[in-house]
């Protein structure tokens, strides 16, 4: 069946560093993939999402790259915030409207 | 902006009472799912709803159940609650084939 693996965590930045998330997923055809993140004592939020391969999602400073050739969808952001402290969750999307999610990953960051 | 909610924040039940938990959404989508998330074990899907009273089974259905009487509304039903279901659940809508908007969660806890 389909399934997402993502990097374990968790992770520990000081701001203004540099982010990688690491996603790889395994699924028959082309799915979409979504990032959620989900703040301390909320719900998920979908951070960006990409369709199609080599569509790249963008929102709020963070990026990802639909790779077919590596079935991967590596979250990244240039330079991050306390405020960007959460967990992220990669996921795709399989036959029957169903997200198929990774583990998710903590992200700490320190001021 | 899609708004979906969920009845309570935070609830405490005893053990083998019958504990309802409701969810709404406003934008007419024709999916619905339930999840729990526990630490270490990630989202879990329970059941999911693909039009009004339709209800298809999740990964951990097992002293569950629900009900979809209007498009707008998906309960979830512990027929008789147990303590190793105190987690948090979170409910999520859809459009076909498309992201999840999810609520702000329900963190339950059986006594």
């Known amino acids: 069946g389909n399934s997402v693996t993502q990097m374990e965590g968790p992770v520990t930045l000081s701001e203004e560093a540099f982010l990688t998330i690491n996603c790889t997923y395994t699924?028959?055809?082309?799915?979409?993939l979504f990032w959620y993140v989900q703040y301390p004592g909320e719900g998920l939020q979908l951070l960006l999402k990409?369709?199609?391969?080599?569509d790249k999602g963008s929102n709020k400073g963070f990026e990802a790259t639909y790779r077919k050739e590596t079935t991967s969808f590596h979250l990244e952001k240039g330079s991050v915030q306390v405020s960007d402290s959460a967990v992220y969750f990669c996921?795709?999307?399989?036959?029957?409207?169903?997200?198929?999610f990774g583990a998710g990953t903590i992200l700490r960051v320190k001021s | 902006d899609v708004k979906v909610t969920q009845s309570s924040r935070y609830l405490v039940k005893r053990t083998g009472e019958k504990v309802f938990l409701e969810c709404v959404q406003d934008?007419?989508?024709?999916?619905m799912f339930w999840y729990r998330q526990d630490p270490g074990l990630g989202l879990r899907l329970i059941y999911f709803?693909?039009?009004?009273?339709?209800?298809e089974k999740g990964d951990i259905p097992e002293g569950y159940s629900v009900s979809r009487e209007k498009k707008e509304r998906f309960s979830l039903i512990l027929e008789s609650a147990s303590t190793n279901q105190t987690s948090m659940y979170l409910c999520?809508?859809?459009?076909?084939?498309?992201?999840?908007?999810f609520g702000p969660g329900t963190r339950l806890t059986v006594l």
């Open positions: 990409a369709t199609k391969a080599d």
């Open positions: 699924a028959t055809g082309y799915p979409s």
């Open positions: 996921a795709l999307i399989e036959y029957g409207n169903k997200l198929v």
């Open positions: 709803s693909y039009d009004v009273k339709m209800k």
């Open positions: 934008m007419d989508h024709e999916n």
């Open positions: 999520a809508s859809s459009p076909p084939m498309n992201e999840q908007f």
